[in-house]
C-alpha cells in the first residue's frame, strides 16, 4: 500500500526534497549543524553482504593549529580558565560585599549581564581547553568565531558594569572595594581576549589514509 522504502539511497541521491542538489560530493546536503561538525570529513560508504551500508568518516581536510610551542599552548588553556574563573569571582563578590548598590538600576543590570557574559565565555573557555593540538575545520571554526564576537560583547559588557559602580562612587561617596573588585575582574576579561586574539593559526597538511569505498566530500 505504502509501497518499500529504498534503503539504498543513503545519501539522497535520489532525493526530490529541496536541497538535494546542493552538495555534488554527497548528492544530499544533511543539517547546518551536520555540516559546521563534520566540516573537512570525508565519509567513506560500503554495501556489506546484506545490502546494508557501513560508513566511516576520516578528516582529511588540512589541520589548524596554533603557532606556539606545547608549553605556551598548555599554558594558555590554563591561563584562559584562570582568568575567567577569577573575573566571574571578581563580579560575584562584588554584588556580595555592597548588596546596597542592587537597588540601583545601574549598577545591578549591568553586573547581571556581565555575569551572564561570564557563563558564556566560560563556555568557549571549556571549548578552547577541549581543542586538541591539531584541530579540525569545524573545532577551529566554533571556537574563533564565538570567541571573536562573545569576547567583544563580554568585555563591552564588563566595562559597562565598571562605568555603573563608578557613577555610583561618585554619586553615594561608597563601593571603592566594589570598583576595585569590578576593575579586576574587567582586566582578567580583556587579558584573555587579548591572548586569544594575539595567537596566529596555520593550516597544515593532512596525510589521512582514506580507506576503500564511495568517498563523499563534506564541507
Known sequence: MFGKKDTTDFYGLNSK???????????YRHSTYYHKH?????????????GRYNFKRIYT???HVAQ???????????ASI???????????LAIIIAPEAANCWYVILPVVLAMLASVVLIYVCILFVLMKRKST????????????IIGIIGWSLFILSDAGRIAYLIINKAGTSCLALE?????????????????????????AAIPTGEKHAIY
Not at 566540516?39 to 553482504?49: H, P
Not at 584562570?82 to 560575584?92: D, S
Not at 575545520?137 to 571573536?148: E, H, L
Open 38 to 50: 563534520f566540516s573537512g570529513y570525508t565519509e567513506v560508504r560500503n554495501e556489506n553482504a546484506k
Open 183 to 207: 576593575l579586576g575582574g574587567t582586566i582578567c576579561i580583556v587579558g584573555l581576549w587579548i591572548i586569544h586574539k594575539l595567537v596566529r593559526w596555520r593550516t597544515v597538511p593532512n596525510d
Open 61 to 63: 581536510a588540512p589541520w
Open 17 to 27: 526534497r529541496k536541497g538535494a542538489e546542493d552538495v555534488p560530493e554527497t548528492g
Open 137 to 148: 575545520a569545524g573545532d577551529f571554526q566554533s571556537y574563533a568565531g564565538k570567541i571573536n
Open 82 to 92: 584562570v582568568l575567567i574563573l577569577t573575573a566571574a569571582a571578581f563580579h560575584m
Open 68 to 78: 606556539v610551542s606545547d608549553g605556551a599552548w598548555v599554558g594558555m588553556k590554563v
